[in-house]
């Protein structure tokens, strides 16, 4: 019998009816049809709630559009407002038709405004026409392995061909944030662009979680509220998507705070104490100490890069130890010789 509970319950994580197990205290309850909670470096989900299940994402859709326009570059070029991009429906920067503003100020408007003419007008430039952004969209969509994931505008208007996942929007936005222009602008909470445009942000989160650093509200009446969130706090980053979750900022900050606590500070190297042995077989000993927070199935791994100086006295420089985390350098430590 225990082992038809234990096989059911493995079943009913896996298709969503569950959330994923924490380490430690058990995840928070939330409002969302479908949520996750995804470590930005690794790619691990700490929490899931349907999280494959596809559907409209309203204006989560602009974290692609953005992306891809920060991809492009050249943030300072003038865009002339075509007229394709005036008085486009929903939430919007209120463009004109044959107005300036810079590539960077219509993602401004984008991302921080959610204006669906910023974004269409941003699309029509990078990309030539809107369909052919949306091409983009779809390729980079394909190229990142969203397999759930499908574009039919750079806006998130209403379609039933702009769809995607919780997961998706996920890898996505962990993708996105390595662009540091796009990690600045989604983490902007007021500018002032077009010369009396006053933008705040729509993401409530920037002002209520701590360490908060984006990324994008989203919401029409058939999607219902979507947010993707991002915090960094302690070395850390995790994003946390909802769908359809009318507690979502509520539910973001619970999420978040649940899922930084399955982190410990855990010593990787105590100054003075031997850190590795090298090749030759002569200790290392470290000269600086270095803490990381780490989930308890994770292990550094520590590589020596030996010194120009081929001295192996006790106590003679020998080099550095570097610490890598997922196969991302996450620290470096100097080490001397030690005493066999």
């Not at 209120?94 to 204006?115: D, F, H, N, P």
């Not at 994931?149 to 995607?164: M, Q, V």
Request: net charge negative; aromatic share 6%; charged share 20%.
């Amino acid at each position: 019998m225990k082992r038809i509970v234990v096989l059911l319950t493995v079943l009913c994580i896996a298709v969503g009816w569950l959330p994923l197990p924490a380490f430690g205290s058990p995840a928070p309850a939330v409002s969302a049809g479908c949520a996750v909670v995804m470590d930005a470096d690794t790619g691990a989900l700490l929490y899931a709630r349907h999280p494959d299940n596809p559907g409209l994402i309203a204006s989560t859709t602009k974290i692609m559009t953005a992306w891809l326009a920060c991809q492009a570059g050249d943030l300072d070029r003038p865009v002339t407002v075509p007229a394709e991009a005036v008085g486009v429906e929903g939430t919007s920067l209120y463009l004109k038709e044959g107005e300036t503003l810079t590539r960077e100020e219509l993602l401004y408007g984008a991302m921080v405004q959610s204006g669906n003419d910023a974004a269409l007008a941003l699309a029509i430039d990078v990309g030539g026409s809107e369909a052919a952004f949306v091409e983009r969209m779809n390729e980079a969509a394909r190229r990142l392995g969203l397999q759930n994931t499908h574009y039919a505008n750079p806006h998130g208007l209403d379609s039933e061909g702009n769809y995607s996942t919780a997961r998706d929007l996920a890898l996505l936005t962990a993708k996105a944030l390595e662009n540091p222009d796009f990690l600045r602008i989604c983490g902007t909470k007021s500018v002032k662009v077009a010369g009396e445009r006053v933008l705040t942000n729509h993401n409530k989160l920037l002002w209520r979680c701590p360490g908060c650093i984006g990324v994008k509200t989203g919401y029409t009446r058939a999607a219902g509220r979507l947010l993707v969130s991002a915090a960094r706090r302690e070395g850390r980053t995790l994003i946390c998507v909802t769908v359809n979750d009318p507690a979502d900022w509520q539910d973001h900050v619970a999420l978040l705070d649940w899922g930084f606590a399955r982190y410990e500070a855990r010593p990787v190297a105590v100054k003075g104490e031997t850190l590795l042995t090298a090749p030759m077989g002569a200790p290392l000993v470290a000269q600086a100490d270095l803490t990381l927070r780490l989930a308890p199935d994770e292990e550094p791994r520590l590589v020596f890069c030996p010194g120009l100086s081929s001295d192996l006295l006790s106590g003679a420089a020998a080099g550095t130890v570097k610490v890598f985390l997922n196969g991302k350098p996450v620290g470096e430590i100097p080490v001397v010789w030690g005493s066999n």
